[in-house]
């Protein structure tokens, strides 16, 4: 019986050890958006600590100021749940190579000074030297896993904030597609928007891979507290929108091309978070967040600055509702997923804090079709 426990533990504590490091592998290794439903815990545990700590009624100036802690806190704690899953593992390998015969306080010793190569405690067996190679192995392994992991995800979210603060110059800020038009409108620049949508396909087509391949990056909030890259990308997408369906210029094939890399990469990064969405929606069967009398507030508006508009304003509707339809439901949720700072037509349609299933504790499919419900 005695037998049969040890090689129990050890089998269990074997599997613990490789489970640790798939998971470590898939998230930081594996070039593609695979789920680890370790890192998924950790990160459901720690964002339930940041909106305790935020409370239900934080202005959005705490909110940003303590969930800005969020992503780097809960990828050192992933780190630190790596280390200590190996290390009680461990423990149970050292147990049964030895037998039994070894304490509690020996095997946490000798667990201790292997996965942190402090080299003061040590076997005289060699299954258990062996096992101490492994572990220290192993313990420096996920440390630099995580030192080379780091100066990726930096660039990459080095190279998205340069992007969104260059945004604020054409699109104001908070950023909106209908302040980027008027401003082109103004500066008599209409025709140099081509190289707006070329350099932004481009961005669509970065954060499409870096967001799916790093989703920790995803919760990095800008360093700007009125900055964001969902709100950034929701202004992209509706100006290019306006200016293909309402603005009376020549046709823009690079400006549809953007849309649709944009929704694209917010529907791949809204697979990963396993956010509910139709994958091929059509206007009006499915409606959008953005009211017909905001529409039409916005074309005044671009009137009134001189854009050349399509006489047509209820195919201009129709034809802007059609783009739009594309990225209304990810966008909205991707702005309340990241608690993004209000902007026009994206976190400002009432998902503040959406938690899509892969954070719950329990996945409801249904619960985002049910908070987004159009305005009238």
């Not at 509690?104 to 010793?109: L, Y």
């Not at 916005?298 to 047509?312: I, S, V, Y």
């Not at 349609?349 to 619960?367: C, E, F, Q, T």
């Amino acid at each position: 019986m005695v037998v049969f426990v040890r090689v129990l533990v050890f089998a269990a504590a074997v599997a613990g050890v490789i489970l640790t490091l798939g998971a470590a592998l898939r998230t930081v290794v594996l070039p593609r958006g695979v789920p680890s439903r370790l890192a998924r815990v950790v990160f459901i545990m720690t964002r339930r600590f940041f909106r305790l700590w935020a409370g239900p009624r934080a202005s959005f100036e705490r909110r940003d100021r303590i969930m800005a802690l969020y992503g780097p806190v809960a990828l050192f704690a992933l780190l630190v749940t790596w280390v200590s899953l190996v290390f009680v593992c461990y423990m149970g390998i050292y147990w049964t190579l030895g037998h039994g015969a070894l304490s509690s306080r020996d095997v946490f010793t000798i667990s201790g000074s292997a996965i942190f190569t402090l080299g003061f405690a040590t076997t005289k067996d060699l299954p258990s030297i062996a096992a101490v190679f492994s572990e220290a192995s192993l313990g420096l392994g996920l440390l630099a896993l995580l030192i080379t992991y780091l100066p990726s995800l930096y660039g990459s979210f080095s190279r998205r904030e340069a992007a969104v603060t260059a945004l604020e110059v054409r699109a104001g800020s908070p950023p909106s597609g209908v302040a980027m038009i008027e401003r082109f409108t103004l500066l008599e620049r209409l025709d140099q928007l081509t190289g707006i949508w070329t350099r932004w396909e481009d961005w669509f087509v970065e954060i499409e891979e870096t967001h799916t391949s790093f989703p920790a990056l995803t919760f990095f909030r800008s360093p700007q507290p009125d900055h964001s890259w969902v709100t950034a990308a929701g202004a992209v997408l509706d100006g290019a929108a306006i200016a293909v369906s309402s603005v009376d210029i020549p046709r823009d094939v690079q400006a549809e091309i953007c849309i649709r890399a944009g929704y694209l990469a917010l529907r791949r990064i809204a697979d990963f978070f396993r956010i509910h969405y139709h994958p091929d929606p059509t206007f009006p069967e499915s409606p959008i967040m953005v009211a017909r009398s905001e529409f039409d507030q916005a074309l005044d508006r671009l009137a009134a600055a001189g854009t050349p508009l399509k006489p047509d304003r209820d195919q201009a509707w129709v034809d802007f509702a059609g783009w739009r339809v594309n990225y209304d439901t990810v966008l909205i949720a991707l702005a309340g997923l990241t608690m993004a700072p209000m902007a026009p037509w994206s976190s400002d349609r009432g998902l503040i804090d959406y938690v899509p299933p892969i954070l719950r504790a329990k996945a409801r499919s249904k619960a985002l079709t049910h908070s987004l419900m159009p305005p009238d």
